[in-house]
């Protein structure tokens, strides 16, 4: 027996109590997150509809997503890389403007951000079934509103042209997630510097962007990393509309893969286009960290 063999038993015999401990998590590792991640790659190039065991081992259903089936999942693609590149920023800029108004010692604001955090740990279903209500086209308060403002009313979400317009609006009910985030990084950012930048001259508006700005640079590659994966999973819409909404004008990448699998009951095509999807967020993340030279780490 080898000194390495020798070595694991000595130590499997000295710490067994401690690898009993971890082995509960070691299996809801393997079974709920290997087991399924391997499982979906073998089905993806299978026709598998749950009924009937796999079969036809192939690359049809990758050759279907980027053929037949392209025209409807292009849309899907556009889509969702529209609603990131456009809700990702906006939130990003709405909640750094939010945490800049409460990042101060003025009476009563823990009371503020309390109320603005409050929406983020509702439930994603409730969130949207509450939408649903106040965005209905005849008895939602929303077009109330608009009528008192003098505006003309609007289908929202049941309108092709507004509807990603309308889901882009209603994200922003999460912008509490980020302010405190925002609130975080800028706790950090050290008073030395900004009483610096005063001395030299420099006004609120010139400290925010010469000192502030920079030394947030983490937070701000963390916020867009995460926001921007999110966003490209994005699925509450699902429970707004039932599917993808009027003339698939909210079919988000997330909402095509869920009706393929448990509409359509094509679970190996469904598994291929989960793939897929996992490649993109796989090649924006990379594009992302490939270009996080801006990124200021203080030693």
């Not at 409730?126 to 209500?133: A, F």
């Not at 990448?253 to 490649?279: P, Q």
């Amino acid at each position: 027996m080898t000194n390495k063999k020798r070595g694991l038993i000595y130590d499997f015999r000295t710490n067994w109590k401690s690898y009993i401990f971890v082995l509960p998590v070691v299996l809801g590792v393997l079974i709920f997150s290997v087991y399924p991640i391997v499982s979906s790659l073998f089905y993806s190039f299978t026709d598998y509809n749950i009924a009937y065991p796999p079969y036809n081992f192939g690359l049809q259903n990758y050759i279907k997503a980027f053929t037949t089936d392209w025209a409807k999942l292009g849309k899907s693609i556009g889509i969702t890389l529209l609603y990131t590149v456009i809700s990702v920023p906006v939130n990003m800029l709405l909640s750094f403007g939010l945490a800049l108004l409460l990042d101060r010692a003025a009476k009563g604001v823990g009371v503020f951000r309390v109320l603005f955090y409050t929406p983020v740990i509702i439930p994603g279903i409730v969130v949207s079934l509450l939408w649903v209500d106040i965005i209905d086209p005849v008895y939602g308060i929303a077009n109330a509103i608009l009528q008192g403002l003098g505006l003309p009313k609007s289908n929202f979400i049941y309108d092709p042209s507004t509807a990603l317009a309308t889901v882009i609006v209603i994200g922003f009910w999460n912008i509490g997630a980020n302010m405190i985030l925002w609130l975080s990084a800028l706790k950090n950012v050290s008073a030395e510097l900004k009483e610096a930048a005063r001395l030299d001259g420099a006004g609120a508006f010139k400290t925010l962007l010469s000192v502030t700005i920079p030394m947030c640079t983490p937070t701000i590659f963390y916020i867009l990393v995460t926001s921007s994966i999110a966003a490209l999973q994005t699925f509450g819409v699902y429970f707004m509309t039932g599917g993808g909404g009027t003339d698939d004008s909210l079919l988000f990448f997330g909402v095509k893969i869920y009706l393929e699998a448990f509409r359509s009951t094509r679970f190996g095509y469904a598994c291929a286009l989960s793939w897929i999807m996992f490649v993109i967020v796989g090649l924006v993340s990379c594009a992302l960290f490939k270009s996080n030279r801006w990124v200021y780490y203080e030693d």
